[in-house]
């Protein structure tokens, strides 16, 4: 027995020693892996020192402390940490490993000198907690002298080569100082930081309680300081593979849209200025945020960045940068942002706006209630239709010539920017007057465009407004006892290719209280080359155009009585006497009119019986009796106008 107890004694010895001695060449291989690793950064030109190693192989824990890291070829970075803890390290295959956990304490990066300006920046996170860690042993060689493009590209790979189920970080605290430039300095700091299921450069959710910022600003005269809080910040689905693409020479010819974002929303956000401004957003969503590759190309827009940043560029410069800026928006696509609840309070009162929209490429403001210097401005909506910002981007670029006004087809060039603009529910003060003008709709559409211009055109504005006492051609209504006038106007223009037929209709004009007007005017025989800004060639095609149909009517709802009132005021006489005057004298011109043509009898009868019985509807009609080039009955029209008139067939009629 007592040998055997002695046997025992020396086998648990021998597997004691046996333990220790493969714990202590366990820790050996970990630092000689670390090791490995830093000296990696030590050839590339960098610095990179760390202090104490321990591995404790029953817990499979490694922590290493005070690491120091200054990459090579950029000695304006650095990058510290007080220490990392792994727990439940395991090497997965020759290379990957995986952990438990793992746990980052005093993590600090700091960008110092940078560019021209020798801005500053810095980035710190106190502690940051990862779970059920997988990625690679070795991150490989980073690019320390190619553009800059290719360390975004470097770092996003290494980000889509680790999974996690979560990341946490209490706070995150960036600081910034523009140094010579225009930006100022300040500090941004998350608190609540945390990353839900990061596999393979996906992130199922990432979301941050709280950002509060403090900025000082540069501006002449008095500077500012600005802060602010921002709450709830939570972004679902993100996933990096779409910008790594973007980012890739090789899927230049990719023409499919990428997801990026699926959501981002954030808010309430406050902004208050020393100055005594204050912003307050309730809320801020953006959905579906996609990239197209062939189109979103930033290493284009780096590439084409003047060397010399003093230097001015020259005009073909400028074009080519505006030009690629463009076809990065292009490879942009966005669902839908909106920014909902708007107030900035400054000293002269507080604007509201209740929601900026963009969807389906429109672009809408609504709900503004805001001071203006006369009084209160307030509109339900403005919109504009089928924006685009890079055609906006290379409309701008097209002006922009040294020296030169731009030419009239650059200018309608906005044409191809949108599709039209709308305006709807404005209540606005009248110039100094305590009364208001009022808009229900003032919409502008346009589409089918040739070359720049459009040949589709549709315009309607409803609104009220106030009538001048200053302006002497509204006296008449004025005294008339009109005290505002309500318009409403529906004016529509569109030419038909297959046909070329070019048609004004609806052409529709209501002002309330005194009259409602129809036109339509058929023209034929347009050629698509009136569509041009070249003076020789308008005037060359404009003599191909032949008149067609006219048809016009006249609602009266007491724009005669008007005239009559206004006729017997000047004249000194009774309204009675007045109407008949003047209707003597429209039945006095018939001789005249009806020897050129005499369906013109009819008409100036009709005229007649409107102003003898008020309150009816004066339809006339032309049509023209053979083939009636519309240059030569302009031309007609100002040497000859009975000679026009007879080239066209004409109905007449009155009724209620």
């Known amino acids: 027995m007592k040998r055997i107890l002695i046997g025992l004694i020396a086998v648990a010895v021998l597997a004691a020693g046996g333990w220790f001695g493969f714990n202590l060449y366990a820790k050996h291989r970990v630092t000689a892996e670390i090791e490995t690793a830093f000296e990696q950064i030590r050839k590339q030109g960098g610095k990179a020192s760390h202090g104490k190693v321990e591995f404790d192989l029953m817990t499979r824990t490694l922590t290493v402390e005070d690491i120091a890291v200054t990459p090579g070829n950029q000695p304006q970075a650095q990058v510290k940490i007080a220490g990392i803890k792994g727990t439940g390290v395991r090497q997965i295959d020759d290379t990957r490993f995986s952990a438990d956990s793992i746990d980052i304490t005093g993590f600090e990066v700091a960008l110092d000198q940078i560019g021209p300006a020798k801005a500053k920046a810095s980035y710190k996170i106190p502690q940051l907690t990862m779970r059920d860690y997988a990625g690679p042993l070795h991150t490989g060689t980073a690019p320390v002298n190619g553009p800059l493009i290719d360390l975004y590209r470097y770092v996003l790979g290494q980000y889509a080569s680790v999974t996690a189920s979560s990341l946490t970080a209490p706070t995150l605290t960036m600081s910034f100082d523009s140094g010579s430039g225009p930006g100022g300095s300040g500090e941004l700091t998350y608190s609540g930081l945390a990353i839900q299921n990061l596999k393979h450069g996906k992130i199922d959710a990432m979301k941050a309680d709280r950002a509060a910022i403090s900025v000082d600003v540069k501006q002449p005269g008095k500077p500012d300081k600005l802060t602010g809080e921002l709450s709830n910040i939570i972004v679902n689905d993100f996933d990096a593979t779409g910008i790594i693409a973007a980012l890739d020479p090789q899927a230049s010819s990719d023409e499919t849209y990428h997801r990026v974002y699926r959501q981002v929303s954030a808010g309430p956000y406050a902004l208050t200025s020393a100055q005594g401004m ?22 284009e827009i780096f590439a084409a960045l003047p060397q010399d ?8 410069q400028s074009r080519e940068m505006m030009e690629k800026l463009a076809g990065v928006y292009e490879g942009l696509r966005i669902g839908r942002t909106e920014v909902s609840k708007i107030s900035v309070g400054t000293p002269q009162g507080i604007g509201k706006v209740n929601a900026i929209r963009y969807r389906d490429g429109e672009f809408a403001i609504e709900g503004v209630d805001t001071p203006a210097p006369q009084g209160q401005f307030k509109m339900e909506r403005f919109a504009l239709k089928s924006f685009s910002a890079a055609n906006l981007i290379r409309w701008a670029a097209s002006l922009s010539t040294p020296g030169r006004a731009p030419a009239p087809d650059q200018m309608l060039g906005l044409f191809g920017v949108l599709a ?24 502008l559409d346009w589409g089918q465009l040739v070359g720049s211009i459009p040949s589709k055109a549709h315009v309607v504005a409803k609104f009220v407004t106030p009538t001048d006492p200053s302006d002497l051609k509204q006296l008449p209504l004025i005294l008339g006892g009109i005290d505002k006038l309500a318009i409403d106007l529906d004016l529509g223009a569109a030419w038909t290719e297959s046909s070329n037929n070019f048609v004004l209709a609806p052409a529709t004009l209501d002002i309330g209280g005194i009259a409602k007007a129809q036109l339509r005017i ?14 020789a060639q308008l005037m060359g095609q404009a003599a191909r155009i032949e008149a067609g149909a006219l048809e016009f009517s006249l609602h009266d709802n007491g724009g005669v009585d008007l005239v009559v009132t206004q006729f017997a005021r000047t004249q000194n006489v009774s309204r009675d006497a007045a109407r008949q005057t003047l209707v003597e004298s429209i039945k006095a011109r018939r001789e005249q009119i009806a020897s050129a043509n005499p369906d013109a009898d009819a008409a100036v009868d009709a005229i007649a019986r409107l102003v003898e019985t008020p309150g009816q509807t004066l339809s006339i009609k032309l049509s023209p009796r053979a083939k009636a080039p519309l240059m030569q009955l302009l031309q007609l029209l100002q040497t000859d106008p009975q000679s026009a008139l007879a080239q066209f067939r004409i109905e007449a009629s009155t009724g209620l």
């Open 420 to 443: 039209g603009a709308e305006v709807k529910g404005v209540v606005a003060p009248f110039k100094t007057t305590k009364k208001l003008v009022t808009i229900d709709t003032l919409s």
């Open 522 to 535: 058929a023209l034929s025989n347009w050629p698509r080359e009136l569509f041009s800004v070249d003076p």
């Open 309 to 316: 940043r003093s230097a001015v560029p020259t005009p073909a």
């Open 278 to 299: 204050r912003v307050d957003i309730d809320g801020f969503v953006m959905e579906d945020i996609d990239l197209q590759p062939s189109k979103f190309r930033l290493a």
